[in-house]
């Protein structure tokens, strides 16, 4: 079944307070970031995942884990093209779901 909703993960984490990083090495495959929950970021010491902030990564992988399942038949039904039209947004999880265009 066709996807329609991609996810690309460039990074497993980021920092909130100095936009510290670290890289995924394969961004088409989600990362584990269950390693970082109440870690100290290495240069601010800020904490880099919050239980809740996990939480709401795990709902949003699910709902769109359920889009694609769910809605995944209108690539067949629309055709490719349709589909990949190429759009991105970056979703940042912290304090809530964030959808930055």
Same mark, same amino acid.
């Given at each position: 079944? $066709?996807? @329609?909703? /991609?996810?690309?993960? %460039?990074?497993?984490?980021? #920092? +909130?307070?100095c936009?510290?990083?670290? !890289?995924?090495?394969?961004?088409?495959?989600? $990362?584990? @970031?269950? /390693?970082?929950?109440? %870690?100290?970021?290495?240069? #601010? +010491?800020?904490?880099?995942?919050?239980? !809740?902030?996990y939480?709401?990564?795990?709902?949003?992988i699910?709902?769109?884990?359920?889009?694609?399942?769910?809605?995944?038949?209108?690539?067949?039904?629309?055709?490719?093209?349709?589909?990949?039209?190429?759009?991105?947004?970056?979703?940042?999880?912290?304090?809530?779901?964030n959808?930055?265009?």
């Amino acid at each position: 079944m $066709a996807k @329609i909703i /991609e996810v690309y993960q %460039k990074n497993k984490i980021e #920092c +909130d307070q100095c936009f510290f990083v670290v !890289k995924n090495e394969i961004p088409s495959q989600l $990362a584990n @970031i269950d /390693e970082f929950v109440n %870690k100290a970021c290495p240069k #601010c +010491d800020a904490n880099l995942c919050t239980p !809740k902030d996990y939480t709401d990564y795990l709902k949003f992988i699910k709902l769109v884990n359920r889009t694609n399942k769910y809605l995944g038949w209108l690539g067949y039904f629309f055709g490719s093209q349709t589909i990949n039209m190429g759009e991105s947004v970056k979703v940042k999880i912290h304090d809530g779901i964030n959808i930055i265009k």
